[in-house]
């Protein structure tokens, strides 16, 4: 053992890294234990745990191993403070990263991932909701990282400095110990493929898969996987031409158009009729579990008595856990990519198919209205190049010299953003419009003005009473346009962006995915339900049909007005890495680098494995290359 003496510093590293990871998912499994224990063979997030700390560790252990081994003694004493500091930062992210873990967990029932990243890019609206709702986690950590900042300068250079050892035995054990810190990263020596997460999938559970990790191994891994943007080799391949052949099979199209851009056909109207405005009202975190009309909880009282006066699709499903997938849908129809929303994507930002780029060709006005700040998730360079002409967001509330509601973290209140739109859409007179309004005040830490609702919650501060307050918005907004000349006029879609916490025993929560949307319009029959399954992606082709222009689309989704009822609706669902595709009661869901497996959905919370149907998955990883390949060769486009 003497001769392995030199190695103290990357001993301790390993055995310190591994306890930190250990302790963190001993904790958690203690505090998710019901629902583990739920998972057969549950105790292998512990062995897996192991394997992936091991991974992290090793990776990061090498270059100071490499170091120690060839450099010479009295050099590495010249820099001792560098293997130190090295050893210490790391073990300070990973802790740091485990003491994020369960606030993360709680919030979106899975380790964090590139949400974590996005989420950092935006300080002012991050670290206003941490002040407000996450305070007491904040101070724990505080505490807890000032305790380990002292232990690590207290003890970090008996730990951590280089120990002088012999020079030739060190070149000697070189290769043996280099080759232990390769199998440790790579963790297998048969696989073609280093380990990844997809090997930490053990049962259905994605939250229970995910105690198998570290936090700073998936959020390297996400940061990582960046530059693979678009790239969906991971979920299998596919020819193009075959891609996009599966993929029209699912659109109600006869004809297409322009074989440069698979997808380009024209819309047009049965009968003449007026050309239409169109105002879409996206609900922040809007999920079918809160809306009465939906067999919810009782807390939209104005959304259900609205449902009177339209059409109510009432098995919808969004396609993400994020604003920007349910941007991405109902202005662009856009084939989700599992890599990434196009609202961020670098080369969806000009050119790229929108409803707004339509509907201006048809000289109307186009408009996005926010409370918030719409530079928030790229919104305001993905809407500016694409087609939408007013951006009228929270610095616009700011400057106009009104008095309004209220103003939160978030930017300024639903109700705020009601009268505001309303105020706009008054002033375009005669002139036709296309406007997307995207509500903030549903979101943590859920503020909003007082004396507007009835509390459903004691507390006011909850995701109830700021469901309750947003769905009192959405009855204040129908109440001013109604008095107003635009509203006879005027194709009105309330539809969610997403559902709250995604979260779920299956691979894939499709409870958790299904929202509420709503068409009121001078074209379709008041109080008429859409029972099939549909999704999030077909509303804007529906509304696109309804509109009384004539137009070309590129958008794959349905015009659910004219499908006929014996068609299987089809659904896409991304959860982060995992991607669902159902068509009727069968869903097929792929995990990155994985096998296709599927299920019958007998309900929304309970999936039944079944033998894999083999054209059902392709058409599954059809959807995904086609996506990918619309994207790269920039053919989701109008002309």
């Known amino acids: 053992m003497k001769n392995l003496r030199y190695l103290k510093p990357v001993i301790n590293f390993l055995l310190i890294g591994i306890c930190i990871s250990t302790i963190s998912r001993i904790i958690l499994f203690f505090i998710f234990k019901e629902r583990v224990e739920e998972a057969q063979n549950y105790l292998q997030i512990f062995p897996i745990g192991l394997r992936f700390d ?10 100071p191993t490499v170091l120690i081994t060839l450099l010479p003694d009295n050099f590495l004493q010249k820099i001792k403070k560098f293997f130190n500091f090295y050893f210490i930062l790391f073990l300070f992210l990973l802790l740091v990263m485990e003491l994020s873990t369960l606030d993360f967990i709680n919030q979106y029932d899975t380790r964090p991932n590139r949400l974590f990243l996005d989420y950092l890019i935006y300080p002012k609206e991050v670290v206003g909701t941490l002040l407000k709702s996450y305070l007491f986690s904040l101070i724990l950590t505080a505490i807890v990282l000032v305790i380990a900042l002292y232990f690590a300068f207290k003890y ?18 070189f290769p043996l110990v280099a080759f232990l810190l390769f199998f440790g990263a790579r963790s297998s020596l048969t696989s073609k493929r280093p380990i990844n997460a997809s090997n930490a999938i053990f049962c259905s559970d994605q939250m229970t898969n995910s105690l198998g990790l570290n936090s700073l191994y998936t959020v390297a891994f996400a940061a990582y996987s960046m530059k693979n943007e678009g790239d969906v080799k991971k979920y299998g391949r596919m020819d193009e ?17 322009n074989n440069e851009i698979p997808f380009l056909h024209k819309v047009q109207p049965d009968s003449v009729q007026p050309k239409y405005n169109i105002v879409v009202f996206l609900q922040e975190s809007l999920g079918a579990e809160y809306v009465g009309c939906l067999n919810g909880l009782p807390l939209t009282p104005e959304l259900d008595k609205l449902s009177k006066e339209g059409l109510l699709f009432t098995n919808l499903y969004c396609t993400g856990t994020r604003s920007v997938r349910g941007i991405e849908q ?27 780029q339509v509907f201006g060709k048809q000289n109307y006005d186009t408009s996005f209205i926010y409370g918030g700040l719409s530079n928030f998730d790229n919104m305001a360079s993905f809407f500016n190049g694409n087609g939408f002409k007013n951006i009228i967001d929270e610095s616009d509330f700011d400057s106009d010299g009104k008095k309004y509601a209220f103003k939160g973290t978030w930017g300024y209140s639903d109700e705020d953003l009601a009268t505001k739109a309303n105020e706009y859409y008054k002033s375009l007179g005669d002139k036709s419009f296309f406007s997307l309004m995207f509500s903030t005040s549903n979101h943590e830490p859920f503020e909003f003005p007082d004396g507007r609702i009835q509390l459903y919650d004691k507390k006011k501060n909850t995701v109830n009473n700021a469901m309750k307050y947003a769905d009192f918005s959405i009855g204040k907004f129908f109440e001013l346009a109604k008095k107003e000349a635009y509203f006879k006029n ?61 137009t070309n689309s590129t958008m794959p989704g349905r015009n659910l007005m004219k499908l006929p009822k014996e068609t299987k609706g089809r659904t896409i669902m991304l959860f982060h890495e995992t991607y669902a595709f159902r068509v009727g009661d069968d869903i097929v869901i792929i995990n990155p680098n994985a096998k296709p497996l599927q299920f019958k959905v ?34 989701y486009k109008l002309e």
């Open 156 to 173: 970090g250079k008996k730990l951590f400095y280089p120990v002088a050892g012999s020079y030739k035995i060190k070149l000697l054990l």
């Open 54 to 63: 091991l991974i992290l560790l090793c990776y990061i252990a090498f270059l």
């Open 602 to 635: 007998k309900s929304d919370t309970e999936l039944i494995p079944v033998a894999l149907n083999e054209e059902l998955a392709k058409d599954a990883l059809a959807h995904i290359v086609a996506s990918s390949n619309l994207y790269k060769n920039r053919s």
């Open 241 to 257: 031409l075959e891609a996009y052949s599966r993929v029209k099979k699912y659109m109600d199209v006869t004809e297409f158009i």
């Open 490 to 550: 005027t194709i009105f879609v309330v539809i969610a962006d997403h559902n709250t916490r995604t979260y779920g025993k299956n691979l894939v929560p499709v409870n958790k995915f299904h929202i509420p949307a709503l068409i009121i319009a001078p074209n379709v029959t008041k109080g008429s339900t859409y029972d099939n399954l549909a999704s999030q992606m077909d509303i804007p082709s529906t509304v696109l049909a309804l509109s009384g222009i004539t």
């Open 330 to 356: 109902v202005v662009s129809g856009f084939l989700p990519n599992p890599s990434e929303s196009a609202v961020k994507l670098g080369g969806a930002q000009q050119g790229f198919f929108t409803l707004a």
